[in-house]
């Protein structure tokens, strides 16, 4: 064998045998000069929980971590449904994975903007919340992007509860987001956590590559958003009107303050 398909042979079977190897060599195809995948986003996707919960700062690749999860699902000829927010999202995530499955050997037999068929019997399924139902899939995999902006009832409760009946008893769910006030279902899975749950919180300042873009958002965000954006702390409602700060400032026992407190 010449060295440079042993290179070749070599590089496959690490990507095989090293899941978040293979997740570098999906992002580069974005990012070519990625250079390391960060160790919650291992984490993420070589948990085997039957539900995973990834509480993440914005921009931190989220995303990336669910459209790898969904092309390991391809390989495997299982099903994926994704759910996002609106049509924008599932179009834009679908795309991901299918730059990501220019990596792989696998064949696409169809496409759509929001669908993928494999040669091998994989599928995956994009779904926005506004609007769409879908019915009588069997699925391997559920995965919910930006799982606090649900639109609907119960703070997304009811699209999500919708999707559950479709997945296999030994499927697994990824619910990825940043928070988005107390008063939906993604808050609750870590604010009213339950036993069986793997969840990873991942604040902005814990990544290092993205130390400069938090500095900047630091100094452009108010305290309240860049402590919900950035830090990933679930504040009383995701769109008050007023920073947390000032509402503090206002009613806080020091003389002046607008409403003191009592
Ligand atoms: N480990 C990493 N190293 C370098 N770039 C990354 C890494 N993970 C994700 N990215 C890049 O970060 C950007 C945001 O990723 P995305 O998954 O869309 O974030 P999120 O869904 O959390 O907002 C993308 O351009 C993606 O390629
Ligand atoms: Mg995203």
Known sequence: ??????????????????????????LRQEVPGATSVDPWQVEAITSDAQTVALLVCRQAGKSCVLATRGVRELKNGG?????????????????????????????????????????NGGRFIAVPASGATIRGYSADLLLVDEMAYL?????GEDVVVALLPMLKDNGQTFYASTPAGKNNLFANLFLEPK??????KVPGTSIPRLASRVERLRSQLSATRFRQEVMCEFLSDGLS?????TIENAT????GAVCPRI
């Not at 927010?85 to 299918?98: D, G, L, Y």
């Not at 806080?252 to 003389?255: L, P, V």
Request: proline letters at 5%; a negative charge; hydrophobic letters at 35%.
């Open 151 to 155: 639109p609907g009832a119960n703070g």
């Open 252 to 255: 806080s026992t020091t003389e």
């Open 195 to 200: 036993d069986n749950v793997h969840r990873i």
């Open 241 to 245: 009107y007023f920073d947390l700060a």
């Open 1 to 26: 064998m010449p060295f440079d398909a042993f290179h070749d042979w070599c590089s496959l079977v690490e990507r095989d045998l090293d899941p978040g190897a293979e997740m570098l060599h999906f």
């Open 79 to 119: 099903t994926t449904i994704c759910l996002a927010p609106a049509e924008r999202q599932t179009r834009e995530i679908t795309r991901k994975v299918q730059h990501y499955l220019r990596a792989t050997d696998l064949v696409v037999e169809r496409a759509t903007q929001t669908e993928i068929e494999c040669s």
